[in-house]
């Protein structure tokens, strides 16, 4: 997939970056507030969006979920703080921090699973929240 990063810190940025190529996957963007989370989806049309939810600016990653979604990129928020509530209806769910190699590619697949209607794969990490709504 190609999956654009938001994070408003850089090195953890590079790390989900890195992490994103050892799955198979392409980072093809990486944005730090809404404005530029915008900017990258619009420029490079990602087929999934990892989006904190405290980013730069005082921009809520649930406003970049919001925003994102209208143009039809969904996104999977990887925070330490995961919305439930609010984020349902804006996410296909929320992978916790810290975030593994593991837990990004199991994520990942599961994200790929529900966007092409296949099973969700046998084992979900305790670190993936997927959200009850976007399941069906």
Excluded: W
Aim: hydrophobic letters at 50%.
């Amino acid at each position: 997939m190609r999956v654009m990063i938001v994070e408003d810190e850089a090195l953890v940025a590079l790390e989900i970056e890195g992490m994103l190529g050892l799955a198979g996957h392409e980072a093809v963007a990486q944005a730090d507030d809404l404005p530029s989370a915008v900017a990258g989806a619009e420029a490079e049309r990602p087929d999934l969006a990892l989006v904190d939810i405290q980013l730069a600016q005082g921009t809520s990653g649930l406003d970049v979920a919001a925003a994102l979604k209208a143009r039809g990129v969904p996104v999977l928020f990887a925070t330490g703080n995961c919305p439930t509530e609010r984020g349902k209806g804006l996410a296909l769910g929320c992978l916790h921090k810290p975030i593994t190699d593991g837990s990004l590619a199991v994520a990942l697949e599961a994200v790929e699973a529900l966007l092409h209607g296949r099973p969700l794969p046998a084992h979900i990490p305790a670190a993936l929240h997927l959200y009850e709504a976007e399941r069906t």
